[in-house]
Nanobody, 127 residues
Framework: QLYVAESGGGLVQAGGSLRLTCSASGRTFASYAMAWFRQAPGKEREFIAGMPWSGSRTGSKIYYGESVKGRFTMSRDDAKNTVYLQMNNLKPEDTAIYYC????????????????WGQGTQVTVSS
């Protein structure tokens, strides 16, 4: 199992930046694809970004949702069992609860059934 926990959410003005952190427990973190999703009130869960497990043939290819391309950047640090989501030029429509998810030996794509999820961290962007 891989337990994940998000942090770094908060209140920010439109145009500002935040960096979310997902910390994972487990000795096999590098074997997991990691992804970020978000869910706003009354809306369906949305894929934000994902990257494959570290031994994947796709290398370090990162997938992004259309609504965040060019503004959000995902990265991982296997030595720290951590993934990050750098969010720049935030907009009020980015307001949501952001979740980290993992899938063993996955590719990090948006339509994958992820195995483990965190509790989420709230991001609120004021106009």
């Amino acid at each position: 199992q891989l337990y994940v926990a998000e942090s770094g959410g908060g209140l920010v003005q439109a145009g500002g930046s935040l960096r979310l952190t997902c910390s994972a427990s487990g000795r096999t973190f590098a074997s997991y694809a990691m992804a970020w999703f978000r869910q706003a009130p009354g809306k369906e869960r949305e894929f934000i970004a994902g990257m494959p497990w570290s031994g994947s043939r796709t290398g370090s290819k990162i997938y992004y949702g259309e609504s965040v391309k060019g503004r959000f950047t995902m990265s991982r640090d296997d030595a720290k069992n951590t993934v990050y989501l750098q969010m720049n030029n935030l907009k009020p429509e980015d307001t949501a609860i952001y979740y980290c998810a993992s899938e063993m030996y996955g590719l990090g794509e948006g339509d994958t059934a992820y195995d483990y999820w965190g509790q989420g961290t709230q991001v609120t962007v004021s106009s």
